[in-house]
């Protein structure tokens, strides 16, 4: 009886051991794969941390952009066209702000608010891009001439001048003009696309049909960007200057800002030992140049500055 007994003893003891056994297996499986796991949240928030500036816009990397003030367009192959507010034509005396409109129920551009004011055909292509771009002004009114009054009397040659708020300038020059019955006038030639980088003008003319409300006929002035101005949307863009000045003095990294281009912030990467460079942190144009970072030692920084473009400069001299 007692030997049955230390038998069912040392069983007990042996299924326990061996329980115990495989229960402390699965705790270190369970721990190398937590650890494995959190090795892998700590890779992927690196990556997203080094990815940072190619996961979001320029506007949310630099938040105060809706604030900049942006300077003169460069002429270059980034250049994505204008957004008119005035034109001037010298030899018709012409001097008048821009408005954008659109297309009326009718299906047609809508006309200026007022006599001595242009509309720009804000969803057709904007100034100095491949396409049509159109303007259009009132010819008279009940009192009078209006401003495009003498648009018919332009020649080929005759230059028009448009630019937008930050002053960026494009020259046109005219082609030829055209007069069409006001329903047959050639509407893909006028609005649609085209290789070239064109501004065409229009305007009523011919006879007042009083029974319509309108003139009978719309004048045409085709006209192109200026060769010289053309020649320049070819070249390549620029990088922006690079930041001068780095340097590191406990956590403070500190530069000069950059003066020339249209800068709206900079770029600061980071390098430890044993690892390559990092973007750590934007900064934009308004802010104050300089950054901390309460994990300094032994690290090596550069800056770069960035334009409106998205285009970034080389990096600047290192500082440690």
Same mark, same amino acid.
């Given at each position: 009886?007692?030997?049955?007994?230390?038998?069912?003893?040392?069983?007990?003891?042996a299924?326990?051991?061996?329980?115990?056994?495989?229960y402390?297996?699965?705790?270190?499986v369970?721990?190398?794969?937590?650890k494995?796991?959190?090795?892998?949240?700590?890779?992927?928030?690196?990556?997203?941390k080094?990815?940072? %500036?190619?996961?979001i *816009? =320029?506007?949310?990397?630099?938040?105060?952009?809706?604030?900049?003030?942006?300077? @003169?367009?460069? #002429? !270059?192959?980034?250049?994505?066209?204008i957004?008119?507010?005035?034109?001037?034509?010298p030899s018709?005396d012409?001097?008048?702000?821009?408005?954008q409109?659109?297309?009326?129920?009718?299906g047609?551009?809508?006309?200026?608010?007022?006599?001595?004011?242009?509309?720009?055909?804000?969803?057709?292509?904007?100034?100095?891009?491949?396409?049509?771009?159109?303007?259009?002004?009132?010819?008279?009114?009940?009192?009078?001439?209006?401003?495009?009054?003498h648009?018919?009397?332009?020649?080929?040659?005759?230059?028009?001048?448009?630019k937008? %708020?930050?002053?960026? *300038? =494009?020259?046109?020059?005219v082609?030829?003009?055209?007069?069409?019955?006001?329903? @047959?006038?050639p #509407? !893909?030639?006028?609005?649609?696309?085209?290789?070239?980088?064109?501004?065409?003008?229009?305007?009523?003319?011919?006879t007042?049909?009083r029974?319509k409300?309108?003139?009978?006929?719309?004048l045409?002035?085709?006209?192109?960007?200026?060769?010289?101005?053309?020649?320049?949307?070819e070249?390549?863009?620029k990088?922006?200057?690079?930041?001068?000045?780095?340097?590191?003095?406990?956590?403070?990294?500190?530069?000069?800002?950059?003066?020339?281009?249209?800068?709206?912030g900079?770029?600061?990467y980071k390098?430890?030992?044993?690892?390559?460079?990092?973007?750590?942190?934007?900064?934009?144009?308004y802010?104050?140049?300089?950054?901390v970072?309460?994990?300094s030692?032994?690290?090596?920084?550069?800056?770069?500055?960035?334009?409106?473009?998205?285009?970034?400069?080389?990096?600047?001299?290192?500082?440690?």
């Amino acid at each position: 009886m007692n030997k049955l007994i230390h038998f069912a003893c040392f069983i007990l003891i042996a299924i326990i051991l061996v329980s115990g056994t495989i229960y402390v297996k699965q705790l270190m499986v369970q721990a190398s794969e937590t650890k494995e796991q959190d090795l892998k949240q700590v890779k992927e928030k690196q990556t997203q941390k080094e990815n940072l %500036k190619s996961r979001i *816009t =320029l506007a949310e990397e630099f938040t105060v952009l809706k604030e900049h003030k942006t300077e @003169k367009k460069p #002429l !270059n192959k980034k250049f994505t066209g204008i957004i008119p507010t005035n034109v001037t034509i010298p030899s018709i005396d012409v001097n008048a702000s821009i408005e954008q409109v659109g297309l009326l129920e009718t299906g047609q551009m809508a006309a200026p608010s007022t006599e001595d004011g242009v509309a720009w055909f804000e969803p057709g292509s904007k100034p100095g891009t491949k396409g049509n771009a159109v303007l259009a002004g009132h010819v008279d009114s009940k009192s009078g001439p209006a401003i495009f009054y003498h648009l018919k009397d332009l020649e080929k040659g005759d230059e028009i001048t448009i630019k937008d %708020k930050q002053g960026t *300038t =494009l020259t046109f020059v005219v082609k030829k003009k055209q007069s069409y019955p006001r329903d @047959k006038a050639p #509407l !893909n030639e006028i609005f649609g696309y085209s290789k070239g980088r064109h501004l065409n003008l229009i305007t009523c003319t011919g006879t007042f049909d009083r029974s319509k409300g309108t003139h009978q006929e719309r004048l045409v002035v085709y006209t192109e960007l200026k060769a010289e101005e053309a020649m320049q949307l070819e070249d390549e863009a620029k990088l922006p200057v690079t930041p001068t000045n780095v340097k590191i003095s406990g956590n403070l990294l500190t530069w000069h800002a950059v003066r020339e281009g249209n800068i709206i912030g900079y770029r600061i990467y980071k390098k430890v030992p044993g690892r390559t460079f990092t973007h750590i942190g934007s900064i934009s144009e308004y802010e104050r140049k300089s950054y901390v970072d309460k994990n300094s030692s032994n690290a090596h920084y550069y800056v770069t500055a960035v334009d409106e473009y998205g285009l970034e400069s080389a990096p600047s001299s290192m500082a440690k």
